[in-house]
């Protein structure tokens, strides 16, 4: 079983693993009673950082940039995984799940974080505009697809709808998040 989180930067997707990781490692067994795999967590952007898996830096951006080949290489034959990064769902998954943040909400939390007015802004853009949803959807299928919006959730609750996609609880829903009119 592999699980792709994916999302904008700023969706919360670092949190939100971080806090299934320990549940993910904790479950035991489900409903039958059958022993269930525990997943194991990848921070995909982590991975890219350590193991030099990207082909150049982009200095306009401040960003590396990931060769995709590599990753799915380091990727191959790891199964039973969570895979956590704005690239996720590129790979080959079974399940997709594409958190959401409201563009104002996105914009304002990089900022925080220390992003610049323009890169905050971009992402705001994309978020509106469902770049990763629509790229998740086309390389994955509706059918696989499952998103969450974030805006004004805690990360608890995150976890808990990310467990609940990881278990098979939850039905996709892919399309139900609509920020375009963050456009006009």
Known sequence: MRVAVT???GTGKTTATELLESRLA???????GEATPALDVIHLNQVLEDEGLYTEV???RDSKI?????LAEWLDGR????IESHLAHHFDADRIVVLRCHPETLEERLRERGETDAKAAENAESEALDVILSEAVEEHGLE???EIDTTDRDP???ADDLAAVAAGEREPSA???DFMGYLT
């Open 7 to 9: 999302g904008t930067p």
């Open 175 to 177: 399309g139900e998040v």
């Open 79 to 82: 199964d039973d995984v969570v």
């Open 144 to 146: 696989s697809v499952y």
């Open 58 to 60: 982009d200095a306009d």
């Open 66 to 70: 990931a060769d995709l080949e590599a």
């Open 156 to 158: 608890e609750a995150v």
């Open 26 to 32: 904790n479950s035991e067994s489900d409903d039958e």
